[in-house]
């Protein structure tokens, strides 16, 4: 066999294998969502089993998962449209202004685990009496959100042209103006990625809205928890509340994947 051939039979085989890897546990948590508790443990019904949608009526009805669907979408929302219009500038000024210290420090709060920060989160919330709202939660997420954005489009600024701007400035403009009338309408796909993953790590955050919610402001990943007993786990509901979770952004994932991948290589050949 041709180096060429094998190659390509190997890159086919290991296609296969990571698809597999990835695909697997989402194919068995949508066919857990249809089979009861007691087909979920049976061998035997692994492949072969009768399809229920008791475990969706459960979540969507009596759980209250309608609720929890709006308020994680409102968080989500809020926390990145907050994190866009702070964020944005930041980036601009950094990114024109060789700003490379703040942009290290944003790069710090980036990788600072949030666990470190919860216990102090909640002792100032709790004495300012914000614990249990929803805009406590939004300015939690933020933590995860605004410096995703601004490492982002820290990137995607640095590889556009500065002559654009500075024939802006020379035709009367100010700085503010060519950022809002040139900059960010060329911007668009980098915006579109740093908004698509900050709402998406927002969707998916468990830890802050465990701590920092209540009843009334429980987002989806919390309440999935609720299924999460002290002797036994309702697999069935954990599945179905689970695929409820994941689709959504799946979807969201499929159509717009595009954008992502151009946003987060924009900045990778400057210079």
Do not use: C
């Not at 697999?235 to 695929?243: C, E, I, K, P, V």
């Amino acid at each position: 066999m041709r180096p060429r051939a094998a190659y390509r039979v190997f890159r086919v085989v290991a296609l296969t294998l990571v698809v597999l890897v990835l695909v697997a546990p989402l194919l068995w948590m949508i066919s857990a969502s249809l089979k009861t508790n007691v087909d979920i443990y049976d061998p035997d019904k692994a492949l072969a089993f009768s399809p229920t949608l008791a475990n969706y009526a459960k979540v969507l009805q009596q759980a209250n998962y309608v609720e929890f669907i709006v308020n994680s979408l409102w968080v989500a929302f809020a926390a990145t449209v907050a994190s866009l219009v702070l964020g944005l500038p930041a980036a601009y000024s950094m990114s024109r202004f060789n700003m490379r210290k703040s942009a290290l420090v944003v790069l710090m709060a980036r990788v600072i685990p949030g666990v470190s920060l919860l216990v102090p989160w909640y002792y100032v919330f709790s004495n300012l009496k914000m614990v249990g709202g929803f805009g406590v939660l939004i300015i939690s997420h933020m933590f995860v959100s605004l410096p995703l954005v601004v490492y982002i489009m820290m990137g995607y600024f640095d590889s556009l042209p500065a002559e654009l701007e500075e024939a802006a400035l020379v035709d009367g403009l100010t700085h503010v103006g060519a950022f809002r009338r040139i900059t960010l309408p060329l911007s668009l796909p980098g915006i579109a990625t740093a908004g698509i993953l900050s709402f998406i790590f927002s969707w998916n955050n468990f830890m802050f809205a465990l701590v920092l919610s209540d009843a009334d402001t429980k987002t989806l990943p919390v309440a999935i928890f609720d299924f999460v007993g002290y002797a036994s786990i309702d697999w069935g509901g954990l599945m179905a509340a689970a695929t409820v979770v994941t689709l959504p952004i799946m979807v969201i994932a499929l159509f717009v994947q595009k954008y992502v991948v151009s946003g987060l290589t924009a900045g990778a050949t400057k210079g």
